[in-house]
């Protein structure tokens, strides 16, 4: 059974960090290209962040550059979003994304970041 759990979401203020985490299991995660969405209130849903399935190469969208850091443990089956410098624009349901060969692809159940003082 395929599973991508997003955690690490939750309450900052302004100017805060948060580390985001998506667990997955059921596939090959080396063979993922695993991204993070971001769908804020009122908004529509928005590509974060895109690495490769080595690790090796990392997008990301011009709102996040700078300040958030997407990467992956292919050991660990766990990919990352660390998040830095946050915004009040940054609160929103982040979602982990894994992208398969054949092709396939799963979504996380999302998890809730609020940026508020």
């Known amino acids: 059974q395929v599973q991508l759990v997003e955690s690490g979401g939750g309450l900052v203020q302004p100017g805060g960090s948060l580390r985001l985490s998506c667990a997955a299991s059921?596939?090959?995660?080396?063979?993922?290209?695993i991204m993070w969405y971001r769908r804020g209130p009122g908004k529509a849903r928005e590509l974060v962040a895109r690495?490769?399935?080595?690790?090796?190469?990392?997008t990301y969208a011009e709102s996040v550059k700078g300040r958030f850091t997407i990467s992956r443990d292919n050991a660990k089956n766990t990919a990352y979003l660390q998040m830095t410098s946050l915004s009040v624009e940054d609160t929103a349901v982040y979602y982990c994304?894994?992208?398969?060969?054949?092709?396939?692809?799963?979504w996380g159940q999302g998890t809730q970041v609020t940026v508020s003082s």
């Open positions: 994304y894994a992208s398969l060969p054949l092709p396939r692809s799963y």
């Open positions: 059921g596939f090959t995660f080396s063979d993922a290209v």
């Open positions: 690495i490769a399935g080595s690790g090796g190469s990392a």
